[in-house]
């Protein structure tokens, strides 16, 4: 059974920054792509950023120059690195991990920008 666990989240004034862990039980290699995903209280859930097996990477018009995704294989980990946060990052965030025909989510972590 696969297990994603977020972790980073928390409270960081706009400007600031977070780093969310994504620990991933077994092997990452197994995944076509992992992303981030986000969802605002009484908004759609959206991509944030992902890395494919391949090392695409692709990332939201919105994140992008501030935010970057990184995956370190020999410790099934993926990461999100938050820069230059603002008040509109606020969400739970979401790690998930895909495969052609399914996807796997973690349970989320709050990130809020608020001074």
Request: proline share 3%.
């Amino acid at each position: 059974q696969v297990r994603l666990v977020e972790s980073g989240g928390g409270l960081v004034q706009p400007g600031g920054s977070l780093r969310l862990s994504c620990a991933v039980s077994g092997s990452i290699l197994r995944f076509t792509t992992m992303g981030w995903f986000r969802q605002a209280p009484g908004e759609q859930r959206e991509l944030v950023a992902s890395i494919s097996d391949t090392g695409t990477i692709n990332y939201a018009d919105s994140v992008k120059g501030r935010f970057t995704i990184s995956a370190e294989n020999a410790k099934n980990m993926v990461y999100l690195q938050m820069n230059s946060l603002k008040t509109e990052d606020t969400a739970v965030y979401y790690c998930r991990a895909s495969r052609p025909n399914f996807n796997y989510w973690g349970q989320g972590t709050q990130v809020t920008v608020s001074s």
